[in-house]
DNA sequence: AGAAGGTCGTTTTTT
DNA sequence: ACGACCTTCT
């Protein structure tokens, strides 16, 4: 590692004019950590205690202080919440803080390895796979090596996305992985050994990285190329990392990367809001992180403004169920408040109208639809609810749910684009070649090595010729496609034009149904692209930044009441409404019915419970439907979540519904006395 | 042989 | 609504 040595602020810039009034608007507690001097920082905040509005005025006074904003760098948990905190921080200082470099992980690394990735082996337009992409490679090397034909039962392809993930995120080696978590997969370890090596190969040949290369890769490079990290880390004078709870040992490492030079890192965090063990995130990293970063400075903030005090008693009892405990109680200003409701409807299309119902009466009382959110473990558990409101004319965003990168239509769009981006991108390739007619996996793979063996003029006439005669027409009107968008400078826009006008029979013949639809999706689609400079960053956007089917459609809609939220409470982190909903509060959904033999599996769900609770400020509603629809296996009774059965009324109300016979059902008000 | 079409069983959370 | 798997068509 190079010597170090560090320059003192001269007397100019410790005078610094600061223009926000710094004390004035912040509690003690958050002067403290905006204000906090160089070197490592925790700040372990409690949920609703203004950690998002400390970290922006972190950036300001950082920037008022003289550190150049390029030189500063805001890490989190998704690109959205990037943009909102810098727009918030530029308000603030008319603008200054818009040059601050600020992402997830994921997209601050592919800026790295675009501009490095040469140095590792890689082509710098390399591509960059989905989990899907990801699982339909591994798919076609596991057909090739004959592991589809074995004789016990062979990891599927989304189930070898998974484990091969899981090694990298968590750290742990592939044996203790299937000991742990796959035992009926012991016996193929060496098979699965094999195939990880293959998909490495293939990645390396074709130019491609999935999610988990763009963090390892850039490791891999700092570690082998010294020069690099310390040119990359030299540029970083401060680095803020927040959501902490929620990193892996890889994110912890790019982290001591980052601040190898200057040694300022301010890393904010909760390890009672930690849900993302699934990715590989443990909590225990935020109290690693003063042993990573000797002399770390620990600061708390502990006021919560956000909740009422009776919303919080009910968030605090809950945690005190963990199995681990925290020592957190958290305390509000605002005494006063309704106590949180627990609401039993008899089915799923009950408890939607009770939803739907209530927000049109909080409605009424003058509270914003955007202020209130509905909040559900998996996405489609808010499916029913969905038809309610549109059957009442509730405008509503959902969170979480599908993503239009994951639609069908868009990633075939896209591959056209990847194709010409990276004429190597086997994957892309394949998704192109099988809308072809009369294009199955053989002919596809047989194509895709002939253009990928091509050293030079890949989309040559040459190329064409030497395609099997049926499809050498449409591969030739595929080809003249790649012609033209390859073109010097044309125009995004004109790219998805043309791609669109080949694509757009090809739609038509294969969702018949929904076309429509489709093709508006996809209309969205090339509006979006016209803001990018160029495809790579069109791309990247589309794989590294989620952009929510109807989020889309709320946009299109022009509707002067801006929408109700629904979400995944994964989505919602972070969020703060007025009045929240918690539905399909049930045992086998919050918990999991995946987690639920596994201590350490359920504390986390408990902790996805207190996460949905503590985004309320001040209404709570917790719903379960008492009997469920299941389509298969028909109706049955359903348990209430654990998590909630047994509360004290004085803490959790329970709150009667009642109908008004014969139909449609009535509810009757919150407080009927 | 390889593509296309039909049927059955199934759904965690995300960069 | 989607994928895995099986059957039928070219």
């Given at each position: 590692?190079?010597?170090?040595?560090?320059?003192?602020?001269?007397?100019?810039?410790?005078?610094?004019?600061?223009?926000?009034?710094?004390?004035?608007?912040?509690?003690?507690?958050?002067y403290?950590?905006?204000?906090?001097?160089?070197?490592?920082?925790?700040?372990?905040?409690?949920?609703?205690?203004?950690?998002?509005?400390?970290?922006?005025?972190?950036?300001?006074?950082?920037?008022?202080?003289?550190?150049?904003?390029e030189?500063?760098?805001?890490?989190?948990?998704?690109?959205?919440?990037?943009?909102?905190?810098?727009?918030?921080?530029?308000?603030?200082?008319?603008?200054?803080?818009?040059?601050?470099?600020?992402?997830?992980?994921?997209?601050?690394?592919?800026?790295?390895?675009?501009?490095?990735?040469?140095?590792?082996?890689?082509?710098?337009?390399?591509?960059?796979?989905?989990?899907?992409?990801?699982?339909?490679?591994?798919?076609?090397?596991?057909?090739?090596?004959?592991?589809?034909?074995?004789?016990?039962?062979?990891?599927?392809?989304?189930?070898?996305?998974?484990?091969?993930?899981?090694?990298?995120?968590?750290?742990?080696?592939?044996?203790?992985?299937?000991?742990?978590?796959?035992?009926?997969?012991?016996?193929?370890?060496?098979?699965?050994?094999?195939?990880?090596?293959?998909?490495?190969?293939?990645?390396?040949?074709?130019?491609?990285?999935?999610?988990?290369?763009?963090?390892?890769?850039t490791?891999?490079?700092?570690?082998?190329?010294?020069?690099?990290?310390?040119?990359?880390?030299?540029?970083?004078?401060?680095?803020l990392?927040?959501?902490?709870?929620?990193?892996?040992?890889?994110?912890?490492?790019?982290?001591?990367?980052?601040?190898?030079?200057?040694n300022?890192?301010?890393?904010?965090?909760?390890?009672?809001?930690?849900?993302?063990r699934?990715r590989?995130?443990?909590?225990?990293?935020?109290?690693?992180?003063?042993?990573?970063?000797?002399?770390?400075?620990?600061?708390?903030?502990?006021?919560?403004?956000?909740?009422?005090?009776?919303?919080?008693?009910?968030?605090?009892?809950?945690?005190?169920?963990?199995?681990r405990?925290?020592?957190?109680?958290?305390?509000?200003?605002?005494?006063?408040?309704?106590?949180?409701?627990?609401?039993?409807?008899?089915?799923?299309?009950?408890?939607?109208?009770?939803?739907?119902?209530?927000?049109?009466?909080?409605?009424?009382?003058?509270?914003?639809?955007?202020?209130?959110?509905?909040?559900?473990?998996?996405?489609?558990?808010?499916?029913?609810?969905?038809?309610?409101?549109?059957?009442?004319?509730?405008?509503?965003?959902?969170?979480?749910?599908?993503?239009?990168?994951?639609?069908?239509?868009?990633?075939?769009?896209?591959?056209?684009?990847?194709?010409?981006?990276?004429?190597?991108?086997?994957?892309?390739?394949?998704?192109?070649?099988?809308l072809?007619?009369?294009?199955?996996?053989?002919?596809?793979?047989?194509?895709?090595?002939?253009?990928?063996?091509?050293?030079?003029?890949?989309l040559?006439?040459?190329?064409?010729?030497?395609?099997?005669?049926?499809?050498?027409e449409?591969?030739?009107?595929?080809?003249?496609?790649?012609?033209?968008?390859?073109?010097?400078?044309?125009?995004?826009?004109?790219?998805l034009?043309?791609?669109?006008?080949?694509?757009?029979?090809?739609?038509?013949?294969?969702?018949?149904d929904?076309?429509?639809?489709?093709?508006?999706?996809?209309?969205?689609?090339?509006?979006?692209?016209?803001?990018?400079?160029?495809?790579?960053?069109?791309?990247?956007?589309l794989?590294?930044?989620?952009?929510?089917?109807?989020?889309?459609?709320?946009?299109?809609?022009?509707?002067?009441?801006?929408?109700?939220?629904?979400?995944?409470?994964?989505?919602?982190?972070?969020?703060?409404?007025?009045?929240?909903?918690?539905?399909?509060?049930?045992?086998?959904?919050?918990?999991?019915?995946?987690?639920?033999?596994?201590?350490?599996?359920?504390?986390?769900?408990?902790?996805l419970?207190?996460?949905?609770?503590?985004?309320?400020?001040?209404?709570?509603?917790?719903?379960?439907?008492?009997?469920?629809?299941?389509?298969?296996?028909?109706?049955?009774?359903?348990?209430?979540?654990?998590?909630?059965?047994?509360?004290?009324?004085?803490?959790?109300?329970?709150?009667?519904?009642?109908?008004?016979?014969?139909?449609?059902?009535?509810?009757?008000?919150?407080?009927?006395?």
């Amino acid at each position: 590692m190079a010597r170090t040595f560090k320059l003192t602020p001269s007397g100019d810039s410790r005078k610094a004019h600061f223009t926000i009034p710094y004390a004035e608007v912040l509690n003690e507690q958050q002067y403290a950590a905006v204000t906090a001097g160089s070197g490592p920082h925790l700040i372990v905040a409690g949920a609703g205690t203004g950690k998002t509005r400390t970290l922006v005025y972190r950036v300001a006074y950082l920037v008022e202080s003289g550190v150049p904003p390029e030189n500063i760098l805001l890490l989190t948990f998704t690109r959205r919440a990037a943009r909102e905190m810098l727009m918030r921080a530029s308000d603030l200082l008319d603008g200054r803080c818009s040059r601050v470099a600020g992402g997830t992980f994921h997209s601050f690394c592919l800026g790295i390895l675009r501009r490095y990735a040469p140095v590792i082996g890689f082509p710098n337009g390399f591509s960059i796979l989905d989990a899907t992409d990801a699982a339909d490679v591994l798919d076609v090397l596991r057909t090739d090596r004959g592991f589809h034909r074995t004789e016990k039962r062979f990891p599927k392809k989304n189930t070898l996305q998974a484990m091969f993930s899981s090694v990298w995120n968590r750290g742990t080696p592939l044996r203790d992985l299937l000991e742990a978590d796959y035992p009926q997969f012991i016996d193929f370890e060496d098979a699965l050994r094999t195939l990880a090596h293959d998909y490495e190969v293939y990645k390396r040949r074709h130019g491609l990285m999935d999610y988990d290369d763009l963090l390892r890769r850039t490791i891999e490079l700092f570690e082998n190329h010294n020069n690099i990290r310390t040119s990359v880390a030299a540029g970083l004078r401060q680095v803020l990392v927040d959501e902490y709870q929620d990193t892996n040992a890889m994110q912890a490492r790019l982290v001591r990367f980052f601040a190898s030079i200057h040694n300022n890192v301010t890393a904010v965090g909760d390890d009672a809001q930690s849900i993302y063990r699934f990715r590989g995130a443990d909590f225990r990293n935020i109290f690693d992180f003063p042993k990573h970063f000797p002399g770390t400075e620990v600061l708390k903030l502990e006021h919560n403004y956000r909740s009422t005090q009776p919303i919080l008693d009910l968030a605090n009892h809950v945690l005190s169920k963990a199995h681990r405990k925290y020592d957190k109680e958290l305390f509000s200003e605002e005494k006063d408040g309704e106590r949180p409701a627990i609401v039993a409807a008899t089915d799923e299309q009950e408890e939607a109208a009770f939803v739907a119902q209530m927000m049109l009466h909080l409605r009424e009382e003058g509270m914003p639809l955007d202020e209130m959110a509905v909040l559900f473990r998996s996405s489609y558990n808010s499916f029913e609810l969905e038809v309610e409101l549109g059957r009442r004319g509730i405008p509503f965003v959902k969170y979480g749910g599908l993503k239009l990168s994951e639609a069908a239509h868009v990633k075939d769009v896209a591959a056209y684009l990847r194709v010409a981006e990276n004429v190597w991108d086997a994957v892309a390739w394949n998704r192109v070649l099988r809308l072809l007619p009369g294009v199955g996996p053989k002919t596809a793979a047989d194509v895709i090595e002939i253009v990928t063996a091509q050293s030079d003029d890949a989309l040559s006439d040459a190329t064409a010729q030497s395609f099997p005669p049926r499809i050498r027409e449409s591969a030739g009107r595929l080809f003249r496609l790649f012609k033209t968008l390859t073109a010097d400078g044309l125009h995004l826009g004109r790219q998805l034009e043309a791609i669109l006008d080949h694509y757009d029979p090809i739609l038509e013949k294969k969702h018949a149904d929904d076309f429509p639809k489709r093709r508006q999706d996809l209309d969205h689609l090339a509006g979006m692209a016209s803001a990018y400079a160029n495809r790579a960053d069109f791309l990247a956007a589309l794989a590294l930044d989620p952009i929510e089917l109807t989020a889309l459609d709320a946009e299109a809609t022009d509707d002067d009441e801006r929408p109700v939220v629904l979400s995944t409470i994964h989505s919602a982190k972070g969020l703060e409404f007025d009045a929240v909903f918690l539905i399909r509060a049930l045992e086998g959904v919050l918990p999991s019915a995946y987690a639920l033999k596994d201590a350490d599996e359920l504390d986390e769900e408990l902790r996805l419970l207190y996460v949905a609770l503590t985004r309320a400020r001040t209404q709570l509603f917790i719903s379960y439907p008492i009997i469920q629809h299941r389509r298969f296996s028909g109706d049955y009774l359903a348990d209430p979540s654990r998590f909630i059965a047994d509360i004290p009324e004085t803490i959790l109300e329970p709150l009667q519904l009642l109908r008004e016979s014969p139909s449609p059902p009535e509810l009757g008000p919150h407080d009927p006395g």
